[in-house]
């Protein structure tokens, strides 16, 4: 019941002279209540979908569709299954009254009506009605905030992931924007694939940390123009490690630092960053596996390897061929499409190059967005 506005009440009866004599009843309650009257179920169900009514009273037998038929279709409704009704029967009715009360009417009443027990009647359902309407409105404002909350941690949980991607990629200039474009890359490949929608949104927003790794290995080896030694190129290969552990493994002691408030609640940041963690470190730790078990760096092979970390690992590999590294010039689409289709069965999982050629227009269209 809003705030401010009369409590509004129908009154259903085949009699016009019941209806009169009600409205007659309660005229000295006109300043605070607004009374709608009804002669037929049907005319009940059109007035409470055209006003927002906060109580119903109506008689049980009438011809046509009675009160009870107006009870079940007021309560499958649902803009309208909140409102109490009142049924009015006669005292040799007591089959219709149980009949009444396991449909949901909220109160019964006895014709003839007594005025003084109508009245304590509607004040009765009227004061629950606004309970009610108290009670939905505060569990509005909790999904409300809910939501606004749920909001706010996706937010600030990609809003973290893209920082932690960018310190990776700003030890090297020549990547560009490298880890958006495998993100990109990563949601259509994976959609394409045919994963439910939620896992590829999470491979979407967890993809981008993929190399955040590369920030353990010295710029000296990172940036080397020319062909890495044996040692550097073991040296560069951690980086599939170190990234894990960054997101899987927290400091000693920052457990503690992150959850050192005086409510005992854990930091927004790390509330952020929870549920997607572990999902991360399998992308950082598997995306330089290959298909037939040579990649490093645990050597897994075919479906051993996370589709994740398959997924990413084509996407990785055909934006590095198509890309400027500080060891090689970029390729043209046609050599790299021809190196990844050389790719297949060792490097590249069959199943997800045939979902590379059939999206392959979609990650040229990608490579033509300047993201700066």
Not at 28 to 37: K, P, T
Not at 78 to 95: D, Q, R, Y
Not at 143 to 159: A, K, Y
């Amino acid at each position: 019941m809003a705030i401010g506005r009369m409590a509004r009440i129908l009154f259903v009866d085949d009699e016009p002279n019941f209806l009169s004599g009600i409205r007659r009843m309660l005229w000295d309650d006109s300043s605070e209540w607004d009374l709608f009257f009804a002669e037929s179920a049907d005319e009940a169900l059109k007035i409470a979908s055209q006003k927002v009514l906060d109580t119903i009273v109506s008689d049980v037998s009438m011809p046509g569709k009675d009160g009870l038929e107006l009870l079940k279709e007021l309560k499958a409704n649902p803009a309208t299954n909140a409102i109490p009704v009142v049924i009015l029967t006669g005292n040799a009715e007591a089959h219709l009254k149980r009949k009444a009360l396991d449909l949901g009417a909220a109160d019964l009443l006895n014709k003839p009506i007594d005025r003084e027990d109508l009245i304590a009647r509607l004040r009765s359902v009227l004061r629950l009605k606004r309970y009610q309407d108290e009670l939905r409105a505060h569990n509005e404002l909790l999904e409300f905030r809910v939501r606004e909350r749920t909001r706010e941690l996706e937010s600030s949980r990609r809003d973290i992931i893209w920082r932690l991607a960018k310190a990776g990629e700003f030890r090297d200039e020549d990547t560009g924007d490298h880890v958006v474009r495998v993100a990109l890359s990563s949601r259509i490949l994976a959609a394409q694939i045919g994963l439910d929608q939620e896992l590829v949104e999470t491979v979407f927003l967890t993809s981008p940390l993929h190399d955040i790794g590369k920030i353990g290995i010295p710029d000296g080896i990172l940036l080397k123009p020319g062909k890495l030694t044996d040692e550097e190129r073991a040296q560069v290969q951690k980086h599939c490690e170190i990234g894990a552990s960054i997101l899987v493994e927290l400091p000693k002691g920052a457990e503690y630092f992150l959850n050192s408030q005086e409510d005992g609640d854990r930091l927004p940041i790390l509330e952020a960053i929870e549920p997607i963690r572990e999902f991360a470190a399998t992308i950082a730790m598997t995306h330089h596996e290959r298909w037939d078990g040579t990649g490093y760096p645990k050597g897994l092979g075919g479906d051993e390897i996370p589709i994740v970390g398959r997924i990413v690992a084509a996407a990785d590999l055909y934006d590095a061929l198509r890309s400027s590294r500080p060891y090689k010039k970029a390729f043209d689409r046609a050599k790299a499409t021809q190196i990844m289709e050389e790719s297949v069965g060792t490097h590249i999982d069959p199943m997800v190059f045939d979902a590379f050629v059939r999206v392959q227009d979609e990650l040229e269209q990608i490579r033509e967005v300047n993201f700066r």
